[in-house]
């Protein structure tokens, strides 16, 4: 013992190695994706606080005004004005609200329809897997973007609307991962000790298979929000989506295009802003899926 706290004592470096680092905290990519992720929820929920003034309010002899860094720009107005003079810092800030809620409400009501079309699939097989299998061909071979705009447009543009019609057509990521989870759990040895022990299909559902699909259904979540911001995005753009005045980062990028040529920062600030978070999600599902497994990324 003496001997080697000599060593140690000689090599300062010696318990370097030795130090255990979280799998998680040495991810580059999951701590970035974290950071920009909890920076825009801090920016949605404290909106009341950060925004200068209301994102509604208009202002028709300020329309136009510049950001602060470019001629004619002033501190009064850090990120311009729109073509209603509507003080843009506070549009961005109050937006964030919007893509959050569009990306989580349409990763719950996805990951439901998912989760229930994959477990049922992946546990009971036989001919329930070939017709759920059949069903989730047959969505995944529907343009999601064309049957969300004729969905939206003849029912109405809402918030709700949008966020029901992207739940009910992004479920598949979530039906494919759990099916291929459940078929492998399904064999298990606790699976087949709760059979033996008398539990029901319900119970061994809610307490063995449900519990050990967590880690997956939170990475295909994070995914399913990235691609919903962005079909948002794009659906507001097209004018069927969220409805004006509403504060979309997609339908600011809309309602900018007619002034690209002379006001080309109208599209640009909120297309950073919405780059920034679908690139913040992305990454956080990436890292949360090379944390999770157990041998890291294949």
């Excluded at 477990?119 to 047959?138: E, P, Q, R, W």
Aim: glycine letters at 10%; hydrophobic letters at 55%.
């Amino acid at each position: 013992m003496t001997e080697v706290s000599a060593h140690s004592a000689g090599n300062p470096q010696a318990f370097v190695g030795k130090v255990h680092v979280p799998r998680w905290l040495s991810h580059i990519g999951l701590m970035l994706g974290l950071l920009i992720f909890c920076v825009v929820i801090m920016m949605a929920v404290l909106a009341p606080l950060l925004a200068p003034y209301d994102p509604y309010l208009q202002s028709l002899t300020g329309r136009f005004t510049p950001p602060l860094w470019l001629p004619g720009g002033g501190w009064e107005h850090l990120l311009g004005t729109d073509h209603l003079g509507r003080d843009y810092l506070s549009r961005i800030v109050y937006g964030a609200q919007i893509s959050l809620v569009i990306g989580l409400g349409t990763a719950v009501v996805s990951g439901v329809i998912g989760t229930a079309i994959g477990v049922c699939a992946g546990y009971f097989g036989g001919k329930v897997d070939s017709v759920l299998m059949f069903i989730i061909t047959a969505r995944l071979a529907m343009p999601v973007i064309l049957v969300a705009l004729a969905v939206v447009a003849l029912v109405g543009s809402s918030l709700t609307v949008v966020m029901l019609t992207l739940g009910l057509l992004l479920w598949d990521r979530f039906a494919l991962v759990t099916r291929a989870t459940t078929i492998q759990l399904r064999t298990s040895e606790f699976v087949t000790a709760a059979e033996l022990q008398g539990a029901t299909v319900p119970q061994i559902i809610r307490h063995e298979i449900l519990p050990n699909l967590v880690n997956n259904l939170v990475v295909v979540a994070t995914l399913e929000m990235a691609q919903a911001m962005i079909l948002e995005a794009a659906l507001s753009f097209l004018g069927l989506g969220v409805p004006a005045p509403l504060p979309s980062w997609g339908l600011m990028i809309s309602e900018g295009k007619a002034s690209i040529l002379f006001e080309p920062w109208l599209i640009t600030i909120p297309g950073v802003f919405l780059f920034t978070l679908v690139l913040g999600t992305n990454l956080l599902g990436d890292g949360l899926r090379d944390v999770m497994s157990p041998h890291g990324r294949n």
